[in-house]
């Protein structure tokens, strides 16, 4: 499966670099933070799971819903 990553200065584990200009504010699309936890378990945490899971099903995180990225997969 595939998915992109990006880790703001402040820790914010989020699903990409364009996510923060989808919507207003980071608490809708945080998939956990770096200075929390390691990369390596927020990769592999639940939150990052479904995430995962919802791009490539019929329903994508509302956040990307409107990328071109999705569907290029």
């Not at 995962?52 to 990225?69: F, I, K, Q, S, T």
Request: hydrophobic residues 40%; proline residues 7%; glycine residues 8%.
């Amino acid at each position: 499966m595939v998915a992109v990553h990006a880790a703001v200065a402040h820790g914010k584990a989020l699903p990409c670099c364009i996510a923060p200009f989808s919507m207003r504010g980071y608490d809708a699309f945080t998939l956990g933070d770096a200075t929390q936890d390691t990369l390596r378990n927020i990769w592999n945490g639940e939150k990052y799971r479904a995430f995962r899971r919802d791009l490539l099903g019929e329903a994508p995180p509302p956040c990307c819903a409107n990328c071109g990225l999705r569907w290029s997969l």
